[in-house]
């Protein structure tokens, strides 16, 4: 059974920082890709930014280039994402997810498993 733990959220100010964790007990952790997405109240879920197996390629939505930085600890079974200068847009619930391939993507169907999702609510 896989699971993905989700961590960090919570009530930030805008231009502050926050970094959200993600624990993984996928034993073959270290050959898949990591992803995070995040779904805000009466929007659709969206990609916000992944990184391949190694951790030597990354990829972000527009949205959130420049801001956040997504990377990985293989021997931790972990997935972070540094939230840098976070906007009152950015409130959402983030969820991390894996992908059975190695190379990032980003699209949602490209993910077989998701953990519950952690709530960040970014104050003007």
């Known amino acids: 059974q896989v699971q993905l733990v989700e961590s960090g959220g919570g009530l930030v100010q805008a231009g502050g920082s926050l970094r959200l964790s993600c624990a993984a007990s996928?034993?073959?952790?270290?050959?898949?890709?990591m992803g995070w997405f995040r779904q805000a109240p009466g929007k659709e879920r969206e990609f916000v930014a992944a990184?391949?197996?190694?951790?030597?390629?990354?990829y972000y939505a527009d949205s959130v280039q420049g801001r956040f930085t997504i990377s990985r600890d293989n021997a931790k079974k972990m997935v972070y994402l540094q939230m840098n200068s976070p906007k009152p847009e950015d409130t959402a619930v983030y969820y991390c997810?894996?992908?059975?391939?190695?190379?990032?993507?980003?699209?949602?169907?490209?993910?077989?498993?998701w953990g519950q999702g952690t709530q960040v609510t970014v104050s003007s």
């Open positions: 990184i391949n197996w190694s951790g030597d390629s990354t």
């Open positions: 996928l034993r073959t952790f270290r050959n898949y890709a």
């Open positions: 997810a894996t992908s059975r391939r190695s190379t990032w993507r980003i699209e949602s169907t490209e993910y077989d498993y």
